[in-house]
C-alpha cells in the first residue's frame, strides 16, 4: 500500500459524518427510549468494504465468540462505525483511520499470504499487530492505573486503545452482553450489599458505561 | 391589565415551590404555579425511564458536541445523557455571564419540577450549631431563628416525603422521623466497623435519602433499578412530579402554568404591595400579567435574585425588597468533589443485588460543637461516599486481548473500591454575588445574570483537612492503597448555590424577616435557597422544605387575620 493507496483507504473515514450520508437519527429521542430500536439498527456507512471487513476480524480477536456470544454477535463492529461516523471529533477519526490504515497496509504487504477474509492465517497475523501496537503504546494514558471506560472518550487515546474500548462498550453494553454474558437485572426490587459471590458469576450489566459497580 | 388573579401566585415548581402550592392550596387558598419551562408529566415525560443501554444513543456514552453546543453546564450535572436531557436547562438558549478566569456552574432544570427530579436526594437537618454559627464566630449575619423553631417542619416534611435513614444520636446531625435505613455493603460494614474502633469521634452511617424503602402515603418503594435521575414513575423519590403537585391537584385549587417566563413583579406604592406579575409565554411570546393576594418567590437562589433585581422601581431603585442593599451578595455554596479513593482486599467473597441509589455518610466530626486546635479552618465538613465492586468499564483499560481478556472482564474485579466525596461549609462573603448585566439580555429580553464567586481561604484550607482526614480515615480503615486530593470543583457543581435575600431580624442587613417574608413587602415571600443565612455542610434541600412550609403557614394565618 503506498501513500496514495493509503489515503484513499482512509480518506472515507476522514469525511466523517458530513459525508457519511446516514446520518444517526434523533427522532426516537422524541419517543420513550426503552419502545425505541436498538441504537445499533441504525445505518453507518462511513466504512469502505475492506475497512468493515477489517473491523469485524479485529473486534472478533479482542472478544472473541467463546462458550458465550462473542462481539460480532453483538454487532460491536457496527457500534464502532456508528461511533466513528458521529461520535468521534475529526482528530479522533483521524487516528482512528490512520490505525486501521496501516493495519491494511501490513496485510496488503503480506503478499504471498494472500489471506482470506477469515481465514486462520489473517487472525494470527492481526493478532500479532495488536499486540505490537498494544507495546508501541503501552505509556498511553489510557492505560493509566485508575482510568476506566465511562461516559467520556480519551482524545489523546491511540488507536489500539480506541479500538479496545469501543469493542468493550460496544459488546458489554449491547443487548446480546448486557443479557447472555452479564446478568442483567432491570428491575432488582429490593437492594442487599453482600450476596455470596460465585467463582464464576459474572457482573452485573449496567445503565451507563461511566456507572459505579 | 390584569388577565386573572389567584389567592397566591407561586413562581418555580421545584422542590420549594411544589411544597408552596401544596401548602397553600392545601390551606384553602385558590394558587397559580408558574414555571418558566415546559411541563414534564408525571411518568408520561420520563422517556427515558428503564431504558435498557443498547437502546442509548451510543450506548450512553456522552455525546459531545451535542453537550458541548447546548449542554455545556449541565453536563456537569453527570447525570446527564440521552434518556434525561430534556429535564435539564439548555445553555445555550439561557445563558448567564461570569468571569471565565472565575468559574460558576449553574446547573438548572429545564422542566416543570425543576431540580427536584435530578437531584441526589440526600435529606440532612441542620443542627443548633449550624444555626449558631454565624453569630458564635462572627461570619455573615445572625439567624433569625433556631433549631427548635424548624425542628416541628422538619418532622412535618420528612413525614410526608418519606426520608430512609439511620438515627444517630448526634448532635451535629439530628436524628429525623426516619423510614427503614438502607443496607450498606459488606464492604462498608467492616469499614465503618474498623473506622469507628479506631477514630471514635467519627460516625459512619448510611445515607439520609428521600428515597422510599417502604410504601409510604400511595408511593411504592424503591425497586432498585438505579438511575432516579431519569424519572421515576412509581414516585420512589420525592419530586415535586410525584408528590407535591398530586397533593396540590387533589384539592382542585391549582391551576400550574409551565412555559411561563417571570420577567419582573411590579410594586404597587399606594397599597403597599406586590400588585402584578409580568408573565412571557415562553412559546408564544405573549405578555400575560396575573395579580394575586401573597407571592411565593421559589425559582431558586440565583432565578429568584434576578426576578427581585430585575423588579426595581422608584420606590426601589437597587431591585425589590432591597432596602437594605443585601440582594444578591453572600452567595455560597458547598465545596465539593472527590476527596480520596481507596482499594480494599475484604469481603471478596461478597458481592450485590440491587442499585442502591444512595450511599454512606460521614457527619461532620472536624470543629464539632467546638473549635478542634488542630484546625486551620473554622466551620466543617462532612464526606458522602459509595463503594464499587469492579466491572467490565473498571476492567477494560489492562492489556491484552480474547478470551483472556474477555473473562476477566465478564467478571467482578477481584477488589472493592470506596471513594468520599467532601462537602464543606462556605463562608457568607459579599463579594460573592450575583448582579444583573442589562448589557446582555437574554431571548425575552430580560437582562442576564453575571456570578462572580469564589472559594476563599477557609473553605481552601477546610478542603486540605479533609485530604488529611481522609487518608487517616482509609488507613484505620484497611485499605491496601488510596489516594487523596483536596482540590474542590468549582463554585455552583454543588448545586446547593444559597444566600443571596437572606433572612435575619434587621431589615437594615437581610432582606427576609424570620417567616421568610421580605422585610419591605408584606406579600412577597421567598422561601428557596436565596433565604439562606449560612451554609452548614450539610445538604440543605430538606431546609428549604421545612422554611417552606413553615412559611406558609405564616402567610396563610397572617392572611386570614387579614394582615397582608
Known amino acids: 500500500m503506498n501513500r496514495r493507496q493509503f489515503l484513499e483507504f482512509t480518506s472515507l473515514i476522514l469525511a466523517g459524518s458530513s459525508l457519511a450520508g446516514n446520518t444517526y437519527s434523533t427522532e426516537h429521542q422524541q419517543q420513550l427510549f426503552a419502545l425505541g430500536k436498538n441504537f445499533i439498527e441504525q445505518p453507518a456507512n462511513i466504512f469502505s468494504d475492506s475497512q468493515r471487513q477489517l473491523v469485524r476480524n479485529l473486534v472478533d480477536i479482542i ?32 487516528t482512528f483511520a490512520a490505525g486501521l490504515g496501516e493495519l ?13 477474509a477469515e481465514s486462520k492465517a489473517l487472525t494470527v497475523l492481526l493478532t500479532e499487530q495488536l499486540n505490537n501496537l498494544e507495546e508501541r503504546h503501552s505509556d498511553a ?6 482510568n476506566r471506560v465511562g461516559n467520556g472518550f480519551d482524545s489523546t487515546a491511540p488507536f489500539i486503545c480506541q479500538l479496545k474500548e469501543l469493542t468493550v462498550v460496544g459488546f458489554f453494553m449491547s443487548e446480546v452482553g448486557a443479557t447472555q454474558v452479564l446478568r442483567h437485572n432491570p428491575m432488582p426490587g429490593i437492594f442487599d450489599g453482600e450476596t455470596p459471590l460465585a467463582t464464576d458469576q459474572p457482573s452485573w450489566s ?8 | 391589565m390584569i388577565d386573572k388573579s389567584y389567592d397566591a401566585i407561586v413562581i418555580g415548581s421545584g422542590i420549594t415551590g411544589g411544597w408552596a402550592a401544596k401548602e397553600l392550596t392545601e390551606k384553602g387558598l385558590n394558587v397559580l404555579l408558574l414555571d418558566r419551562s415546559p411541563d414534564v408529566k408525571h411518568g408520561i415525560d420520563y422517556k427515558g425511564e428503564h431504558v435498557p443501554s443498547w437502546k442509548l444513543p451510543f450506548y450512553g ?20 445523557d440521552a434518556s434525561n436531557r430534556h429535564l435539564f436547562n439548555n445553555d445555550r438558549k439561557n445563558p448567564y455571564q461570569y468571569d471565565p478566569k472565575k468559574p460558576f456552574q449553574w446547573i438548572r432544570g429545564g422542566g416543570v419540577g425543576g431540580r427536584s427530579l435530578l437531584w441526589y436526594r440526600q435529606c440532612y437537618r441542620f443542627s443548633e450549631a449550624d444555626f449558631k454559627a454565624n453569630s458564635d464566630d462572627g461570619h455573615g449575619s445572625r439567624w433569625p431563628i433556631g433549631y427548635s423553631d424548624l425542628a416541628p417542619w422538619y418532622d412535618y416534611v420528612e413525614d410526608f416525603i418519606g426520608v430512609s435513614g439511620q438515627a444517630e444520636g448526634l448532635e451535629q446531625l439530628p436524628d429525623g422521623k426516619f423510614l427503614p435505613p438502607m443496607k450498606m455493603y459488606g464492604i462498608e460494614k467492616t469499614v465503618k466497623q474498623r473506622i469507628e474502633k479506631k477514630i471514635p469521634e467519627i460516625t459512619m452511617t448510611i445515607g439520609r435519602t428521600a428515597v422510599l424503602t417502604e410504601n409510604h402515603r400511595g408511593r411504592a418503594a424503591c425497586h432498585y433499578c438505579g438511575p432516579c435521575e431519569r424519572g421515576c414513575s412509581t414516585g420512589s423519590y420525592f419530586s415535586t412530579q410525584s408528590s407535591t403537585l398530586p397533593a396540590a391537584r387533589a384539592t382542585n385549587r391549582l391551576t400550574l402554568r409551565p412555559d411561563s417566563v417571570v420577567e419582573r413583579l411590579e410594586y404597587d406604592p399606594e397599597t403597599r404591595r406586590v400588585s402584578i406579575i409580568h408573565v412571557i409565554d415562553a412559546k408564544s411570546g405573549e405578555r400575560l400579567e396575573f395579580s394575586s393576594k401573597i407571592v411565593f418567590l421559589c425559582a431558586s437562589t440565583i432565578a429568584s435574585t434576578q426576578i427581585l433585581l430585575n423588579s426595581s422601581s422608584e420606590h426601589f431603585p437597587n431591585g425589590m425588597a432591597n432596602s437594605s442593599g443585601v440582594l444578591g451578595k453572600y452567595l455560597m455554596d458547598h465545596t465539593t468533589g472527590i476527596i480520596g479513593s481507596a482499594v480494599f482486599l475484604d469481603n471478596l467473597d461478597s458481592y450485590y443485588y440491587g442499585n442502591r441509589p444512595n450511599g ?18 473554622i466551620r466543617g465538613y462532612g464526606f458522602q461516599g459509595n463503594s464499587l465492586r469492579p466491572h467490565w468499564a473498571d476492567l477494560a483499560n489492562q492489556k491484552g486481548f480474547g478470551k483472556t481478556y474477555k473473562d476477566a472482564l465478564t467478571k467482578p474485579g477481584n477488589y472493592w473500591a470506596v471513594g468520599i466525596a467532601g462537602f464543606g461549609e462556605c463562608l457568607p462573603h459579599q463579594e460573592n454575588r450575583v448582579t444583573l448585566d442589562a448589557t446582555k439580555p437574554d431571548r425575552f429580553g430580560i437582562p442576564q445574570v453575571r456570578v462572580d464567586m469564589e472559594f476563599r481561604d477557609n473553605e481552601l484550607k477546610a478542603r486540605a483537612d479533609m485530604a488529611v482526614q481522609a487518608e487517616k480515615i482509609f488507613r484505620a480503615a484497611g485499605a491496601v492503597f488510596y489516594q487523596t486530593n483536596s482540590e474542590t470543583n468549582p463554585p455552583g457543581a454543588g448545586v446547593h448555590e444559597m444566600g443571596t435575600a437572606r433572612m435575619g431580624d434587621n431589615p437594615e442587613e437581610s432582606v427576609l424577616n424570620k417567616w421568610n417574608q421580605t422585610h419591605d413587602i408584606a406579600n412577597l415571600f421567598v422561601t428557596d435557597g436565596s433565604c439562606m443565612v449560612s451554609s452548614s455542610c450539610v445538604n440543605p434541600s430538606l431546609t428549604y422544605m421545612a422554611l417552606t412550609a413553615r412559611a406558609c403557614d405564616y402567610a396563610v394565618s397572617q392572611l386570614k387575620k387579614g394582615l397582608i
Not at chain 1, 456508528?82 to 475529526?90: E, G, K, N, P, S
Not at chain 1, 494514558?141 to 485508575?146: I, R
Not at chain 1, 449496567?206 to 459497580?213: A, F, Q, T, V
Request: net charge negative; proline share 4%.
Open chain 2, 61 to 80: 456514552k456522552d455525546e459531545r458536541q451535542l453537550n458541548q453546543r447546548d449542554y455545556f453546564i449541565s453536563q456537569h450535572s453527570g447525570v446527564m
Open chain 2, 360 to 377: 454512606f455518610y460521614i457527619p461532620r466530626f472536624r470543629n464539632n460543637q467546638k473549635q478542634d486546635s488542630d484546625a486551620e479552618f
Open chain 1, 206 to 213: 449496567r445503565n451507563r458505561p461511566g456507572d459505579l459497580s
Open chain 1, 141 to 146: 494514558a489510557w492505560y493509566q492505573l485508575g
Open chain 1, 104 to 116: 491494511q497496509a501490513v496485510i496488503d504487504s503480506a503478499g504471498d499470504l494472500a489471506i482470506e
Open chain 1, 63 to 94: 472478544i472473541p465468540r467463546t462458550d458465550t456470544p462473542g462481539a460480532l454477535d453483538a454487532k460491536a463492529d457496527h457500534f464502532i462505525e456508528l461511533t466513528v461516523a458521529h461520535y468521534m471529533t475529526a482528530e479522533e477519526r483521524k
